[in-house]
């Protein structure tokens, strides 16, 4: 039963006009109902509460269940955990609409792991890539494990420095793992694959669109203890990446910058409203040694 539900989640992940939060819904009726998988498109429809893209479902949902051995063959390029498997992240299992499925290239193991998640501007500074410097290596020397989200700047600068240091990394992205984006990155994004650990909610095939890197950074912040912010402008993506960490009861971590620059305004209205100003690794040490899985 358990490789039916694996299937069938598989198959409404690479359908149109369903979203995780309506699988989420498909997936809890199935295990209150004796883990049933046998749905008809009408059944998914009711209880997934699809209403626009009704339509749009049902030709997908059509189109799979006629080509069904594609399916399987398309399934079987993808290495994935569900949320009902017991590798899935303890602290992501925790959040708001967390992602039925992640797909992944690399040591699955690393999810077993205390993570930290660093962000930023993709414009770093020297400034900002030196605080990169001076934080990670004693995360690193403390048995944490980095998040970021492969993007250029901080986050792509924050992986590196953490291989470099022999330390373990987790890339999460907003595109299928066959697809590198952005490009200046996809030498990193290859290198993790193979030797650390690179995870999307997207199947192979699925490009970059907008909506998908605020969904990206929910899975950032919720499979993190903390999220530490290194320069970030009033309107930065890394700030949606903050506040989901503190709605999900997470640490947020700013570093300041020269209170002249735009590039760290959103740092500083960040310790404005509560996160703590960090200036050295003891800063975030102290608070995320506090928990453990």
């Not at 890339?171 to 590198?180: A, K, M, N, P, S």
Request: charged content about 20%; overall charge neutral.
């Amino acid at each position: 039963m358990a490789n039916k539900q694996r299937d069938l989640l598989f198959k409404l992940t690479v359908c149109n006009g369903i979203g995780n939060l309506g699988i989420l819904k498909i997936l809890d009726f199935s295990m209150r109902y004796n883990d049933s998988t046998d749905f008809s498109k009408e059944e998914i429809i009711q209880i997934a509460g699809i209403t626009t893209y009704q339509k749009l479902f049902s030709q997908s949902w059509d189109h799979w269940t006629c080509e069904s051995e594609k399916l399987k063959e398309y399934q079987e390029q993808h290495t994935f955990i569900t949320i009902l498997d017991p590798t899935y992240p303890y602290y992501l299992k925790q959040i708001y609409n967390c992602p039925t499925l992640l797909f992944y290239k690399g040591n699955i193991k690393l999810l077993e792991k205390n993570c930290l998640s660093f962000i930023g501007a993709r414009a770093a500074s020297v400034y900002g890539i030196n605080i990169v410097r001076q934080l990670i290596p004693e995360m690193i020397r403390n048995n944490i494990t980095i998040v970021s989200g492969l993007a250029k700047g901080i986050d792509s600068v924050s992986h590196q420095v953490t291989m470099q240091n022999n330390g373990n990394t987790i890339g999460v992205i907003g595109t299928g793992l066959d697809i590198c984006y952005p490009k200046e990155t996809a030498h990193i994004q290859r290198m993790m694959m193979e030797e650390q650990l690179v995870i999307s909610e997207y199947p192979n095939g699925v490009g970059p669109r907008k909506y998908h890197f605020p969904m990206r950074n929910r899975i950032i912040a919720g499979i993190s203890l903390g999220t530490c912010v290194i320069e970030a402008r009033k309107r930065s993506g890394s700030l949606i990446t903050a506040q989901a960490a503190l709605e999900y009861g997470r640490d947020v971590f700013a570093v300041p910058g020269n209170v002249f620059d735009a590039q760290s305004d959103g740092c500083h209205g960040l310790i404005q409203e509560g996160a703590k100003c960090t200036i050295c690794p003891q800063d975030i040490l102290e608070e995320i040694q506090l928990f453990s899985i």
